[in-house]
């Protein structure tokens, strides 16, 4: 049974830093790439950022470049997103996602395979 489990989350004030972590367990294969995702209320799940476990290769969301870092400690099976200069708008639930194969838009949520439950995360001005 595959499991994320993310931590992190949790409320700060503008400009606040936090460090989210997803934790997997469960993997009888390689994973191909990681994923955090965001989704606030009344609107639909975006790509955050996404790293491939491989070659390490990261991508961002426009809205996030240069404030958010995503990380890996394949060692630990861990994936971190670390958050910087957070805004108001950046409050959301945050989910962490796996995928196992290549394919399709890091940015697509039907492309990844396994979900964490989510972590809360509240900007306030």
């Known amino acids: 049974q595959v499991q994320l489990v993310e931590s992190g989350g949790g409320s700060v004030q503008a400009g606040g830093s936090l460090r989210l972590s997803c934790a997997a367990s469960?993997?009888?294969?390689?994973?191909?790439?990681m994923g955090w995702f965001r989704q606030a209320p009344g609107k639909e799940r975006e790509g955050v950022a996404s790293?491939?476990?491989?070659?390490?290769?990261?991508y961002y969301a426009d809205s996030v470049k240069g404030r958010f870092t995503i990380s890996q400690d394949n060692a630990k099976n861990t994936v971190y997103l670390q958050m910087n200069s957070l805004k108001p708008e950046d409050t959301a639930m945050y989910y962490c996602?796996?995928?196992?194969?290549?394919?399709?838009?890091?940015?697509?949520?039907?492309?990844?395979?396994?979900w964490g439950q989510g972590t809360q995360v509240t900007v306030s001005s």
């Open positions: 469960g993997y009888t294969y390689r994973r191909y790439g």
């Open positions: 790293i491939y476990t491989g070659p390490g290769s990261t």
């Open positions: 996602a796996a995928r196992i194969s290549y394919g399709g838009s890091w940015r697509d949520p039907v492309q990844y395979n396994y």
